[in-house]
T-cell receptor, first 117, second 112 residues
Framework: GESVGLHLPTLSVQEGDNSIINCAYS??????FIWYKQESGKGPQFIID?????DKRQGQRVTVLLNKTVKHLSLQIAATQPGDSAVYFC????????????????FGQGTILTVHP | DGGITQSPKYLFRKEGQNVTLSCEQN?????MYWYRQDPGQGLRLIYY???????QKGDIAEGYSVSREKKESFPLTVTSAQKNPTAFYLC???????????FGEGSRLTVL
């Protein structure tokens, strides 16, 4: 899972296995969460998002689970492929009094996923 | 194709020089953002703009300046006051209906 510090958490899996990447978020007022994938030297790409009124959302090969009780978010990737190797970031949007902070996201440290053929 | 274009992709600067990073989007998004990314770390917000001619400081605005004269453009100037400017800079935009940010491919600034 993600944590504060200079060394990113890492996850190594074999091709075809399922991967689970964890993220602990900080603010109980967050109302929206996103997972991004970032390949080396490139900008982050959107994977999947979830609103705080949901606890699960599924996409193509990916599932995001949200546990608001313990402020925990996870990304599950089914049948992981070598092309899934990248750094994965979770991000939260904090709702301020009077409304949301309109797209202003706070990012976690990231987790390095390595998929071995 | 619709998207966000950042330039230059690589930039070298001598200490004491100001440099400007370009960010252009054709997604018709109202909001634009600049993030900084250091090795092994997440993205930190420098400045953001929710509408033309208006912008707000993010978490690490010191040593940076921005302008938003057009909806499509949000250039970032890294000034000589920024003590540690070597980093990967990411521009993003978002529409009103979603919280998702769309990112450019980034600009890597190195101070020599």
């Amino acid at each position: 899972g993600e944590s504060v510090g200079l060394h990113l958490p890492t996850l190594s899996v074999q091709e075809g296995d399922n991967s689970i990447i964890n993220c602990a978020y900080s603010n109980s007022a967050s109302d929206y969460f996103i997972w991004y994938k970032q390949e080396s030297g490139k900008g982050p790409q959107f994977i999947i998002d979830i609103r705080s009124n949901m606890d699960k959302r599924q996409g193509q090969r990916v599932t995001v689970l949200l546990n608001k009780t313990v402020k925990h978010l996870s990304l599950q990737i089914a049948a992981t492929q070598p092309g899934d190797s990248a750094v994965y970031f979770c991000a939260e949007r904090i709702r301020y009094a009077g409304g949301t902070s309109y797209g202003k996201l706070t990012f976690g440290q990231g987790t390095i996923l390595t998929v071995h053929p | 194709d619709g998207g966000i274009t950042q330039s230059p992709k690589y930039l070298f600067r001598k200490e004491g020089q100001n440099v400007t990073l370009s960010c252009e989007q054709n997604l018709n998004h109202d909001a634009m953002y600049w993030y900084r990314q250091d090795p092994g770390q997440g993205l930190r917000l420098i400045y953001y703009s929710q509408i033309v001619n208006d912008f707000q400081k993010g978490d690490i605005a010191e040593g940076y300046s921005v302008s938003r004269e057009k909806k499509e453009s949000f250039p970032l100037t890294v000034t000589s006051a920024q003590k540690n400017p070597t980093a990967f800079y990411l521009c993003a935009s978002s529409g009103q209906s979603t919280g998702e940010l769309f990112f450019g491919e980034g600009s890597r600034l190195t101070v020599l």
